[in-house]
């Protein structure tokens, strides 16, 4: 067993105002964010103005937290909000919903890209190397919080969390930083250095995102008031499944296209 740190969530305090480690996730995600596609533009010769860089992080913002926000609501709690739907904006209690933030994401980004006049796959093969990033982040300050911990084990790097009561259980917080955020980052990056067809990172995004959160769900305690889904599934596999399935289909198709195009 490892003992789990205990990190204060908050790492400031100013009277009644209080910074959290998690909204600093966030906040230093979207920092990333803006350089990371400030040099793929560079890289991919997309010309991309220092103020439509901006546009298109404020516009991924709004996306992630609005698409993140009701996702939770519609996948993981609608009874609730149905019948507290003044609760639906209260997203200082908790839950973000990362497939409703996704949807979310992908509306803003083509939006962005149709007022902009730029076709959208330009755009979101741009942006697509900050998502593991942000994913990273997040996961991070998950385990800082002590939430969304894994389901209890007697492996010698088990955790006893706070909110989990006396079991021992799977950091599975630190098992998706390393695989939505590390290992996707650097599949993502090794396919950003190869001539592709349009899409090609926006898929593989889907796919890889798809298949680590599938495989790290078996580790991850399902939602309490939800439980398995399917048998031993768990929501976020069920909502996890199509993406590897539509990915795959576009990846190939996309690879179709380029080898028809070039007969």
Not at 5 to 29: K, S
Not at 106 to 128: E, N, P, Q
Not at 180 to 204: A, D, K, N, Y
Not at 225 to 254: E, K, N, R, T
């Amino acid at each position: 067993m490892i003992p789990y740190p205990n990190i204060d969530p908050v790492f400031l305090r100013l009277g009644p105002i209080q910074f959290r480690w998690y909204g600093l996730m966030y906040l230093l995600g979207l920092t990333i964010a803006y350089f990371v596609i400030k040099f793929r533009a560079a890289s991919q010769k997309v010309l991309l103005t220092k103020e439509q860089i901006y546009d298109l992080i404020v516009y991924a913002a709004v996306g992630v937290f609005a698409g993140g926000r009701l996702g939770y609501t519609l996948f993981y709690n609608l009874p609730y909000y149905l019948d507290h739907p003044a609760k639906i904006v209260a997203v200082w209690e908790g839950g973000m919903s990362f497939h409703g933030g996704l949807l979310g994401t992908i509306l803003a980004v083509w939006l962005f890209a149709r007022r902009r006049g730029f076709s959208f796959y330009t755009i979101a093969d741009l942006a697509t190397l900050c998502v593991p990033i942000g994913l990273g982040l997040g996961r991070l300050g998950n385990f800082i919080n002590g939430e969304l911990y894994g389901r209890p084990t007697d492996v010698s790097w088990c955790m006893v969390f706070p909110g989990g009561g006396p079991e021992c259980r799977h950091p599975s917080q630190l098992y998706e930083a390393g695989l939505e955020g590390g290992l996707l980052f650097v599949v993502l990056w090794l396919i950003s250095r190869q001539p592709t067809p349009p899409g090609t990172m926006c898929w593989s995004l889907i796919t890889g995102y798809g298949l680590c959160r599938v495989i790290v769900e078996f580790f991850r305690e399902p939602d309490m008031h939800l439980g398995f889904i399917f048998g031993p599934f768990s929501m976020g596999q069920v909502l996890s499944a199509p993406m590897i399935l539509i990915g795959a289909v576009m990846l190939a198709w996309g690879y179709q296209e380029q080898g028809a195009n070039g007969k």
